[in-house]
């Protein structure tokens, strides 16, 4: 059983930047596209941000395009999120999510929260103006 959980986050002022990491425990997470979502209070989770398993694509919701950016780790199980130039309108909870896939599907990652079966509880990212 996979077990995904985030690290990083915290407060800062708009124009900032934070880094949020997510961590797998259990099995190497060898053919899995990971993700960030994100969601404010009273609003619906939403796609942030995807990474196929070999790194190799990204793909990203339009509002954060340019200004943050997915990567993974040397040994495929961590995921980090950079933030740069942050918003007020950014501040959420923001949830690192993991989906299997079949290795010739090496450049697929998923935008739906649907298409993901492992979530991690989630980290608060404050943008105060």
């Known amino acids: 059983q996979v077990q995904l959980g985030e690290s990083g986050g915290g407060s800062v002022q708009a124009g900032g930047s934070l880094r949020v990491s997510c961590a797998a425990s259990?099995?190497?997470?060898?053919?899995?596209?990971m993700a960030w979502f994100r969601q404010a209070p009273g609003k619906e989770r939403e796609f942030v941000a995807a990474?196929?398993?070999?790194?190799?694509?990204?793909y990203y919701t339009d509002s954060v395009k340019g200004r943050f950016t997915i990567s993974r780790g040397d040994a495929k199980n961590t995921v980090y999120l950079q933030m740069n130039s942050l918003k007020p309108e950014d501040t959420a909870v923001y949830y690192c999510?993991?989906?299997?896939?079949?290795?010739?599907?090496?450049?697929?990652?998923?935008?739906?929260?649907?298409?993901?079966?492992?979530w991690g509880q989630g980290i608060w990212v404050t943008v105060s103006s």
């Open positions: 990474i196929s398993w070999s790194g190799g694509n990204a």
């Open positions: 999510a993991a989906e299997q896939v079949h290795y010739n599907h090496y450049a697929w990652a998923g935008t739906e929260a649907a298409e993901y079966d492992y």
């Open positions: 259990g099995p190497i997470l060898r053919n899995y596209a």
